[in-house]
């Protein structure tokens, strides 16, 4: 089992935010199969005020390449990604179209 922690913002916009939140109470179910498909074992979103931080536990055979080329060929995904990307925003100093960026894990107990 591998784990990647990620981190993203949200536009800082209270309605657009909650509208988000919403989003995940209630994830397409084409969206959820194209996670368990890909080797995705768990994932969880956390938020503090517009930070999200996801956590991705995965299994040996995950490939983010595989993931990637899946997902750019699933339409629901694809639309997904287009819609979540009205709420979400890149993180300072990276690119704009840039989404969730890998975290370097520092320290563990």
């Not at 080797?39 to 983010?64: K, P, V």
């Not at 009205?86 to 690119?95: A, D, E, N, T, V």
């Amino acid at each position: 089992m591998n784990r990647y922690c990620f981190i993203l913002d949200l536009k800082d916009d209270a309605a657009l935010i909650a509208e988000y939140e919403a989003y995940h109470r209630a994830v397409w179910p084409e969206i959820l199969q194209s996670i368990r498909e890909s080797g995705i074992a768990d994932m969880q979103i956390y938020r503090r005020h517009n930070r999200l931080m996801m956590i991705m536990d995965t299994d040996d055979a995950f490939s983010f390449v595989d993931k990637a080329k899946a997902d750019a060929s699933n339409e629901k995904v694809q639309q997904w990604e287009a819609l979540m990307w009205k709420y979400q925003q890149s993180l300072p100093g990276m690119l704009p179209d840039e989404k969730w960026q890998l975290m370097n894990k520092i320290f563990q107990l």
